[in-house]
């Protein structure tokens, strides 16, 4: 079988990097020729070093579908593939164009809740309404999808209108990482951390850039949200100060670092994880939050890290190659995972690998992953108060927390290790050709 998998470019992100894991350990009776368009190439010597063969389009960084599609329908009549595969919005509306062109059967694929409640009310406005409309009239030409969460397939029978009985589900897959370490901290064990913490690119950046920054109007309306959000905060105060009053006294300095990544948006919660920890800190002021990762709210943050007066407390050290490394350093105690909505979420996967304790939001996709109180704490997405009551759990009952992080680890290891995952969606590609085979004769 030979496959044509379209994708928008090579950034390295979740559905990016989760697709050079599966295409990567396909059998070798199947045939990946990969194509993408816009001049982003991130992963390029990643796929390259796993012997996957690659076509860049050399697209501008535009829509310019009409370009886009007129060079697929070339590629497409010249490598002759059995099957095309598309992946993110723009690679999907060029490849199902060229689909119809060429007659080549295309299998689409959900990757993310672009149309769920919390994208509408971020993205609102023509041009959203404009890609949503577009999206929905041409998600008839695929012949049938692959969606990396069973939640996902809800969303999209309802939003896209497609069938149920079209859609199969294949979880995201990662490698499974030797066991966590849980000694105390050594000088090999500082070796790992500057091995981990070099790999991020460029120089650190300054946390709180507010000097000579004009804050936008849009700027401004959040800053007026986040002084009622805490407000708010100052309202919940007796409850948080209840779950503290027992702490061992001696563990007041105890330092106890929460780590997160992602790329830096606005639907990853980043905001609420470092609300939270403001009140966090009043009780265990040696406590850290680490946030790696790059994007268009690192400004944001950065204020909002300022507001807090927590320039030496909250780290934005910027993107960093191998995250996943970090998680299995001792020096890590908790990961925070407080999106609004996912896909199905590769750093969670990582992370239930690594056996490290989790705290995530409670939306559907998470809770197909983590299972609440057994092997991670969860809480009402968007609400700052019961993160800051799940992070005051986690460092006054580290016991409790190690179970849930050797829990996550079994059974992520049983359901999400790669070598099964490639495994399973290599099938449901054969199965697809095979039952097309009788109609194509």
Known sequence: MK????????VNAGAERSHLEILSRFSPDVEVVFVY??????????????????????????????????????LIRKEKPDLLVSSLYRADIITRFAALITGVPLVGTLVNDSYGPFARKEKPGFKYQLVYLFDRWTAGIPIHWIANAESLVDSHVKTLGLKRDKISVVYRGRNVPPPRSVSPQTETTEKKIMACEDTVHGEVPVIARTAGTKQSDSGEQRSRLLSGEIERLEDKRPEIERLSVNKNKNDEKRAFRFLSYG????????????????????????????????????????????KLGLQEKVILPGKITDPHCLLLLPTAHCFLFPSWYEGFSGALVEAMMAGIPIIASDISMNLEAV???????????KDVGALTQKMLYAIENPDRMAEFGKAARIEAIQRFDIEKIAKEYEGVLHVIQKNLTPALS
Do not use: M, W
Not at 291 to 303: S, T
Not at 371 to 381: C, E, I, Q, R, S
């Open 3 to 10: 496959l044509l998998f379209t994708q928008d470019a090579l």
């Open 263 to 306: 790329r830096l948006l606005e639907r990853k919660g980043f905001q609420e994880a470092i609300l939270a920890f403001s009140e966090v800190v009043r009780h265990y002021p040696d406590c850290t939050l680490t946030i790696y990762g790059e994007g268009p709210y690192r400004a944001h943050l950065e204020r909002l890290i300022s």
């Open 371 to 381: 299972t609440a109180d057994k092997n991670a704490l969860t809480f009402p997405v």
């Open 37 to 74: 368009f816009y001049p982003k190439h991130d992963l390029k010597e990643e796929y390259q070093d796993a012997g996957i063969r690659l076509h860049f389009l050399n697209i501008p960084e535009s829509y310019s579908f009409g370009t886009a599609i007129f060079h697929l329908v070339r």
